[in-house]
């Protein structure tokens, strides 16, 4: 069992940055391909990003490269997400996720272990 903790969400102006971090505890870390998603009012749970279990290979959706960057530090059980450039479209809740089996992922119903969410909210 895995727990996932999620922080780092708030209100930001459009054209701003957040970091957005996920602590895992109860199991290895490296043991497990990282995720985050997010998820708007109305709308299907996406994907954002994964990142494998040594950190050097990751994947981004469409909407987000070149913005966001996720990166893990494996001394302290965490994954983050740094999101740069935010528009009222990233808007949402954001959920990190632990895959026990393989690498990076893209549907999330390959990960096994999830956050309780974080909101971000980019509003003038």
């Known amino acids: 069992q895995v727990q996932l903790v999620e922080s780092g969400g708030g209100l930001v102006q459009p054209g701003g940055s957040l970091r957005l971090s996920c602590v895992a505890s109860?199991?290895?870390?490296?043991?497990?391909?990282m995720g985050w998603f997010r998820q708007a009012p109305g709308k299907e749970r996406e994907f954002v990003a994964t990142?494998?279990?040594?950190?050097?290979?990751?994947s981004y959706a469409d909407s987000v490269k070149g913005r966001f960057t996720i990166s893990r530090d494996n001394a302290k059980s965490t994954v983050y997400l740094q999101m740069n450039s935010l528009n009222p479209e990233d808007t949402a809740t954001y959920y990190c996720a632990a895959r026990s089996y393989g690498g990076i992922h893209y549907q999330a119903r390959g990960y096994d272990y999830w956050g309780q969410g974080t909101q971000v909210t980019v509003s003038s």
């Open positions: 990142i494998n279990r040594s950190g050097g290979v990751t």
């Open positions: 109860g199991r290895t870390f490296t043991n497990y391909a």
